[in-house]
């Protein structure tokens, strides 16, 4: 992609999520379909994000533990555990598993709407198919990957859990207490207040890719293709301006 390309494409799915902002906080508001949305993104998505934060949980642990038995340190496993999973690798992993699922789909569903025509004849019924479709869409991603990213947190902190007491005897409510008194302030907010932008980036650019998808099927392919290679793209760029920022407050 030329550089004029990606400046275009860049400036209209800015243009795209104006026009979000724009038409999103008026009535009608589409309820209904939003809270549908809800149970989609977020329900139908815990299965894998659940195995997802369980593998990464169990994983980190296992493959810590060697080299802090060499240090005898397996005492810090639990809080360098929840340090990595809470502040970086429960958000991003999490974020990108939904940029594939559920980016996809959005693009894919709308891209296939598009093709046969279905939002062009909302339009002709008077139905306003932005906000039906899109609006609700970017809401629900918004709101439902921080959900999914705290369930991912526990499961993965359960997972460690468990991975601890394969080597050893912990009680659940020390291995608590040793996360507990380690965490900080710094080490929660930022990191759950980028997910609710890794939602909307996800939201945003899968309707968009669908929104807008060329005609016939394979314009449909491309479009969910593209949802996911974007989103996953702008997830990493969120990620690193959200170190950089909260570098710069001293948070952390």
């Known amino acids: 992609m030329q550089a004029s390309e990606f400046l275009a494409e860049a400036g209209a799915i800015s243009r795209f999520a104006g026009r979000f902002f ?29 195995v997802t934060g369980f593998i990464m949980g169990m994983v980190l642990t296992l493959q810590a533990r060697p080299t802090m038995a060499k240090f005898g340190a397996e005492a810090w496993i639990p809080a360098m ?13 999490t ?4 940029a594939g699922k559920i ?30 479709l899109v609006v609700t869409r970017v809401l629900a991603t918004t709101l439902m990957i ?4 705290i369930l991912a947190d526990v499961i993965g ?27 900080e302030f710094s080490d929660v907010v930022p990191a759950f207040i980028k997910t609710f932008f ?21 314009g449909v ?3 969910a293709n593209s949802a996911v290679v974007v989103s996953s793209l702008v997830i990493f760029v969120i990620d690193l301006l959200a170190v950089q920022i909260t570098g710069l407050l001293g948070l952390n």
């Open 198 to 218: 890794f939602g909307f980036a996800i939201g945003i650019i899968g309707c968009y890719k669908g929104y807008h998808s060329q005609k016939g099927t394979e």
């Open 221 to 223: 392919g491309q479009s």
């Open 103 to 132: 980016g996809s789909s959005i693009g894919a569903e709308l891209g296939s709407m598009n093709v046969t025509e279905q939002i062009d004849a909302m339009e002709v019924s008077g139905t306003n198919p932005f906000k039906y």
């Open 81 to 93: 555990v929840a340090l990595s999973i809470i502040r970086e690798m429960g958000p991003i992993i």
């Open 157 to 183: 902190l359960y997972a460690s859990y468990l991975g601890v007491n394969m080597k050893g005897v912990t009680s659940l409510s020390l291995f608590v207490n040793n996360i507990m008194n380690r965490l």
């Open 22 to 50: 724009s038409e999103g906080f008026r009535p009608r508001y589409e309820v209904q379909e939003f809270l549908y949305q809800c149970y989609v993104v977020g329900y139908k998505s815990l299965p894998l994000v659940g």
């Open 146 to 149: 921080p959900v999914l990213v």
């Open 95 to 98: 974020a990108l598993i939904c």
